[in-house]
């Protein structure tokens, strides 16, 4: 089964506007952390925003926001007042405590702000 | 910080050839990982290394691909031979030994082209 399932492999939103981008993970390990990045066309990989497993608030950071939904294992990002330099790639990761350190990543959501 | 660093940023080479892919972390960082990068396969973790010890290469695709890091500061990627599929982009990545919010710090990848 995939550990991290990114559903929507494009998406347009308009300038301005709110845009919700899936994940849903899959772990029985009751510690875990989940990321997210940015790849813009650029290339490189950009962190956006962090949840642990245990955090009892919706990350934040910015115009981000993490909609973490613990029992169904949904940890879905929200980006505020999108901008046209939003257009980008988004990957969703988790890290699960008792496999290390290593991260396991989504295939992604392309996603492009219309102007 | 001058952040993860890589080279070469561009490599173009003819099957069979060997390519050697280099990394050079964040100074401090205790971990070290190497990502590939294709269209079909997204993002997979090849291997990484804790405090210089490989901790897992079952990433790893087959036995032409080999990595070591002789000290904290320096990591290679090798393929030897070559093949067109593993024309891709490679990510070398560190982080700090902490659970939490600690992300993953990205390289700015190499985009390897195997003729």
């Known amino acids: 089964a995939q550990k991290i399932t990114q559903t929507q492999p494009g998406m347009f939103v308009q300038e301005k506007e709110a845009v919700t981008l899936d994940c849903t993970y899959d772990?029985?390990?009751?510690?875990?952390?989940l990321f997210w990045y940015k790849q813009p066309s650029s290339g490189e990989m950009i962190f956006l925003i962090y949840?642990?497993?245990?955090?009892?608030q919706n990350a934040t950071e910015g115009r981000y926001s993490l909609n973490f939904q613990k029992a169904r294992k949904s940890a879905n990002l929200v980006i505020s007042a999108s901008q046209l330099g939003d257009s980008a790639m988004y990957f969703c990761?988790?890290?699960?405590?008792?496999?290390?350190?290593?991260?396991?990543f989504g295939g992604g959501t392309r996603l492009m702000v219309k102007p | 910080d001058a952040g993860v660093i890589q080279s070469p940023r561009h490599e173009v080479t003819e099957m069979g050839q060997e390519v050697t892919l280099r990394c050079k972390p964040i100074?401090?960082?205790?971990?070290l990982f190497w990502y590939r990068q294709t269209m079909m396969r997204g993002l997979e973790l090849l291997i990484y290394?804790?405090?210089?010890?490989?901790?897992?290469d079952s990433g790893m695709p087959e036995d032409r691909f080999s990595a070591k890091m002789p000290n904290a500061s320096f990591s290679t990627l090798k393929i030897q031979p070559s093949e067109p599929r593993d024309s891709a982009v490679y990510f070398c990545?560190?982080?700090?030994?902490?659970?939490?919010?600690?992300?993953?710090?990205f390289g700015p990848g190499t985009r390897l082209t195997v003729l």
């Open positions: 100074s401090g960082h205790d971990y």
């Open positions: 990761a988790m890290r699960e405590w008792n496999a290390g350190n290593m991260l396991t």
């Open positions: 772990t029985s390990d009751p510690s875990y952390g």
């Open positions: 949840q642990g497993s245990y955090d009892q």
């Open positions: 290394f804790n405090n210089n010890v490989p901790i897992d």
């Open positions: 990545a560190s982080t700090l030994e902490a659970g939490g919010p600690i992300e993953q710090f």
